[in-house]
């Protein structure tokens, strides 16, 4: 058997053809996400009654369980669930009228916040007490102090925890090839399945995966550097 350099480049021009997918697969849960991991994170640090509990067993259902599965449980279930509600309250919706791709979106977010929110919670605990006492003596209230003392800190002591969840879910979107999404693997699998030359498709899309995974990785270094300039005296 040898490798089909040829074709490396060939598979590699048809499988780039659906990195916008397996971008907005990326980049949407992860900004949901973060919305959700920081309220669900404020929750838990304040342990706020009635929701504390709550947040608790959201964050260890979806960290303690594959994303997989939530793919699929949103998959099959939420379908059942809006037609039952539309056929309840007479709203005409069917749920074989909504992209697949929302549904994957919605499991990769519910994932995405648990996963944030720990991430989000230890950043808020890493910063000291007095900062909270000093913000305090000069009147701010809990939530001035949280917002421009606490989690600016947090968030930028968690920015390389940061880069690897967005390094992880870009490689996690590829589950969607299972309900049919056609991201990076799935055209891998595409490309590949017209002459059998797997090994050459997947190369092509390792290395796209890798290219992307360096992006990534260098504007995390510089937005680090620029975020904790002050923790060397000065502006970078």
Known sequence: MTIDIPFIWIAFKEIVKSLPITLILTVVPLLIGFLIGIAVALVRVYQVKFLYRAANGYVSFFRGTPIIMHVMLIYFGFPLLINQISERFDLGIQANSIPIILFVLTALSLAAGAYLSEIIRSGILSVSNGQLEAAYSVGMTSFQAMIRIILPQALAQSIPNFTNIFVGFLHTSSIAFLV????????????????LKFLEAFIAAGMI???LTIIVEGISFLLEKRVTAYNRGGVS
Request: charged share 15%; hydrophobic share 35%.
């Open 180 to 195: 049919s999404e056609k991201e990076v693997t799935g055209a891998a699998n595409i490309v590949a399945s017209t002459n």
């Open 209 to 211: 995966y890798w290219g």
